[in-house]
């Protein structure tokens, strides 16, 4: 019974095998003519709607890009989408690699303008509390023209259109009145006032009578010099980020989307949606496409070098730093200047401004005597001014008072604040040479990694080839007329706006500073570098600047070691003595005199007693 059972189920899973099979083999074949995978990469790359792709490859005779005699699963409206898709891809990789270009300058441009400001109010306190310990007649009235300075120096810094010298000679124009009327004639703040006719004439006639001397002049020429620098290093800081934005935001040219579009899908309408262009290919295609922005290479090079030279005029010899220190310095000499010659100033005052400026009458007998190193200037009252002079602290005794600041002030903040300029500036160096060559090798750049391949298979544009034989052009316009696969017509427009701004900037800071090429360049640490520079050096390494065993230290707030203020501001300290003066040339002193004299009188008498 078994036996007449199993031929007929044999006979019919056989003929269920067979039909099976060849439905197997229909399904195969039907799946090798269908547009499968590249309907999954088109929905995965996010490129169109997926109902733009056919379901089988058919011959389409309306494709511009993709061209080819066999079935293609590309459709004209699909060209349309890759070229959209391709030009998004391509300037977000473009936009990749500039963003760390455009953060290193960003970031930079933020940190020079926050050390800008730190040494500015630094140096702005440190005038302020000058003039509140030594000069507290005037503090409370010049203080606010102390701000406005730093004020008007901070936006110089950062590009504002403010001279720098204007600036200075308007600070001394405008404490003149307070220093005549409480430095140099006590006791007539009432005809002196804020807006007062004496006021005006005395603002005015400040750079004629020079009361203050050459000091004022010499601080706008050394700030002038080196903020203008600093200045000129910010607004290339913020050029390099405009051209780096222009480049991010450029428009690809027709020809060139066509070119990509060709490179990067056109392999996916024969279903090759896994290969790969070839490396020769890929530069042709992307030199073409950026030969607008290698146009840029040669000015950013010199660009590039430009904020070099910058950075080594600011930073080099602690230059800004150790002008904003001397804002001080000046200031307090200038002061002393006037008081020194207070007499002088008074009478070309009088002449000038009118009798009004005269002081009331016995108010010389209340003016100190002031002394210099060349001349002795006395009031008309001898018994006044002996009187007044012992309690009166001489200029040369002044000067010693704080001249020890400018050499023991230290040039790098303490560990704990944030570094020098130097130290910033030779970060900002090492960071600047890596993109000195940027737009000569972003086709490159583009090219590398996964987008190529250089083995014996990958896509040359026509179809899947062993290697790319086209000749492969350089960078830039010129070269590009024997570009095999992109029509390059004309340069960008916007691209070559900001060419000549980067030329224009370019040509401006030469001719501003042109002692920029002999800038030297700064030796790597550990190659000969500065001995006991404070830029590298701390103070526990045993660094501090030498001087006299009892000269007090200083911190970057201006505080002693002991937490007194610098410069003798504290009012319990006791003036110090005034520097012994050697004389050259003169009689030796009295104490030695008269026991040689005694000596001599009496040898004398010895020998007329044994002569008699």
Not at 151 to 170: D, Q
């Amino acid at each position: 019974m078994s036996r007449g059972i199993c031929p007929r189920v044999n006979s019919f899973d056989s003929v269920r095998i067979l039909a099976l099979v060849i439905f197997a083999v229909n399904a195969i074949e039907a799946d090798k003519h269908t547009c499968y995978e590249v309907r999954a990469a088109f929905q995965q790359r996010y490129i169109g709607p997926l109902h733009l792709v056919p379901e089988k490859p058919y011959k389409d005779a309306d494709l511009q890009i993709c061209k080819h005699q066999g079935p293609s699963c590309c459709t004209k409206k699909m060209e349309e989408c890759y070229q959209a898709a391709v030009k998004r891809e391509t300037l977000q990789k473009i936009e990749s690699y500039t963003y760390e270009l455009e953060n290193m300058l960003s970031s930079q441009l933020d940190t020079f303008q926050d050390m800008f400001q730190y040494l500015l109010s630094f140096s702005q306190g440190h005038l302020s509390s000058l003039l509140e310990g030594t000069y507290s007649s005037l503090s409370r009235q010049a203080l606010p023209h102390v701000n406005q300075l730093f004020s008007s120096l901070s936006l110089y810094l950062r590009g504002a259109n403010i001279s720098v010298e204007m600036t200075i000679h308007k600070f001394f124009n405008n404490i003149f009145p307070l220093v005549y009327a409480r430095l140099i004639n006590p006791g007539i703040e009432g005809s002196v006032t804020a807006g007062s006719t004496m006021g005006d004439c005395l603002r005015m006639i400040r750079q004629d009578v020079k009361p203050f001397g050459n000091h004022p002049v010499t601080m706008a020429q050394e700030l002038a010099e080196v903020l203008e620098t600093g200045r000129q290093l910010s607004l290339g800081l913020d050029k390099g980020l405009e051209v780096i934005n222009a480049t991010e935001h450029a428009d690809l040219s027709r020809d060139c989307v066509k070119g990509l579009a060709k490179m990067v899908y056109c392999s996916h309408c024969r279903g090759l949606t896994l290969i790969k262009p070839c490396v020769g290919y890929c530069l042709n295609v992307m030199r073409g496409c950026l030969a607008s922005m290698a146009e840029l290479d040669q000015p950013w090079r010199t660009y590039i070098s430009s904020l070099k030279k910058l950075t080594l005029a600011m930073a080099g010899h602690h230059s800004l730093e150790l002008a904003m220190l001397g804002v001080r310095g000046h200031v307090n000499e200038a002061l002393l200047y006037a008081q020194s010659h207070g007499p002088l100033i008074t009478a070309t005052v009088d002449k000038v401004c009118g009798l009004s400026t005269r002081e009331p009458p016995g108010m010389w007998s209340m003016r100190p005597e002031v002394t210099t190193s060349s001349t002795t200037l006395t009031s008309p009252s001898p018994s006044a001014s002996s009187s007044s002079s012992s309690s009166h602290i001489l200029p040369v005794e002044r000067v010693a008072r704080f001249a020890h600041l400018k050499s023991s002030f230290p040039l790098k903040p303490s560990k704990s604040n944030n570094p020098n300029l130097r130290t910033l500036s030779r970060e900002f160096l090492g960071q600047l040479q890596r993109y000195k060559s940027f737009f000569n090798t972003l086709p490159e750049l583009l090219c590398d990694g996964e987008q190529t391949m250089d083995d014996s298979t990958c896509w040359g544009g026509d179809g899947v080839v062993e290697s790319y034989n086209a000749r492969i052009v350089r960078n830039g316009l010129h070269a590009q007329r024997q570009n095999p696969e992109v029509k390059v017509r004309s340069m960008d427009p916007t691209i070559a706006e900001f060419k000549k701004r980067l030329e224009h900037f370019n040509q401006e800071t030469q001719e501003k500073f042109p002692n920029l090429n002999e800038i030297e360049v700064w030796e790597e640490p550990g190659s000969g570098e500065e001995q006991g520079s404070t830029a590298d050096c701390d103070d526990e390494d045993g660094c501090q600047s030498s001087g006299d065993d009892d000269e007090q230290n200083y911190d970057i707030n201006g505080q002693t070691s002991d937490g007194g203020q610098p410069g003798g501001d504290n009012t319990q300290e006791p003036h110090p003595k005034p520097p012994a003066v050697k004389v050259v040339g003169g009689s030796p002193p009295t104490s030695w005199q008269q026991p040689r004299c005694l000596a001599l009188l009496f040898a004398g008498l010895c020998l007329k007693w044994l002569l008699i």
